[in-house]
């Protein structure tokens, strides 16, 4: 029996690179769907649902992408609650990449450094791969500080990771200058850059004047880079004594995350794969554990 992959796409056009990466993963067939809301999924989900008897399942599954985070963060819930056992198929929501490059992000870092007690800074952290990295960074045990240009959001991210990580230890801070950042960032051992594009956190050679400074990490590939002194191949390079990612660096690792994911869904018809389960795939890929 062939494996079917939905693409559930909240844009109007759905995405090419997901189209590929869900081909080089081994899907036999890709149904592609733009402009997909939870008011008109359902019956999308019940052709799945019920084409196949309980035992076939495991060969339907589905993917929840697009550019909008938190539509596709809806778009999920909304696909979870219409199955009733056993009728039901795998689901993985990546919309734009957030989950994918966040673990593959923090899996990086592992393999350098035990994460816990270490303090982190997570730069443009109120975005969706920021939060997830945050996420992530805090479940390891960093002292986490979250910096967004406003004191508020910075406060609600944390107020959002608390409500799924134990004993996070979380800190708020708004910045909006590069002088700024720096200051944020001085006697942090992990940096994480994970801004839009075309926003510039730290300038050039800011990253050999932070204090204790031993990873970092920008996954904005879009000139200009979010860490200056940071090239977008840039994969564990020593700088300065700091081992630096760019975005094409972690981009390997999360090539491989997605693929892995996409694949495990077709091992069973129950599974639900965001931010932790996720992770811990990127775990497992990069031959690490917790």
Request: one cysteine or more.
């Amino acid at each position: 029996m062939k494996t079917i992959l939905a693409q559930f796409d909240t844009d109007a056009l759905p995405s090419s690179f997901d189209r590929v990466v869900a081909v080089d993963a081994g899907v036999e067939q890709l149904f592609s769907y733009g402009s997909v809301t939870p008011e008109n999924v359902t019956g999308l989900v019940h052709g799945l649902m019920f084409t196949r008897g309980p035992a076939d399942l495991k060969n339907s599954a589905i993917f929840i992408g697009g550019s909008n985070v938190t539509a596709g963060e809806v778009l999920l819930r909304k696909v979870v609650t219409t199955f009733f056992c056993p009728m039901r198929v795998s689901v993985m929501m990546d919309s734009n990449g957030c989950n994918t490059t966040a673990s593959a992000a923090i899996a990086c870092a592992k393999k350098h450094l035990d994460l816990a007690g270490c303090r982190a800074v997570v730069l443009g952290a109120t975005g969706p791969v920021g939060l997830r990295a945050a996420e992530l960074l805090a479940l390891e045990k960093a002292h986490v500080t979250l910096v967004s240009r406003t004191v508020d959001r910075a406060e609600a991210a944390c107020v959002a990771i608390r409500k799924t990580t134990e004993d996070a230890q979380l800190t708020a801070v708004s910045a909006g200058q590069p002088s700024e950042f720096e200051a944020v960032c001085q006697d942090a051992v992990i940096i994480v850059a994970a801004g839009a594009a075309g926003v510039c956190f730290l300038e050039s050679n800011a990253l050999q004047r932070i204090r204790g400074l031993k990873l970092a990490i920008d996954l904005n590939a879009v000139p200009p880079l979010g860490i200056a002194d940071i090239g977008v191949t840039d994969k564990a390079v020593e700088k300065h004594g700091i081992i630096c990612y760019g975005a094409l660096g972690v981009g390997g690792l999360k090539m491989k995350v997605h693929k892995k994911a996409v694949a495990s869904l077709f091992e069973a018809n129950d599974r639900v794969l965001e931010t932790r389960s996720i992770y811990d795939l990127a775990l497992q890929v990069a031959g690490l554990g917790r």
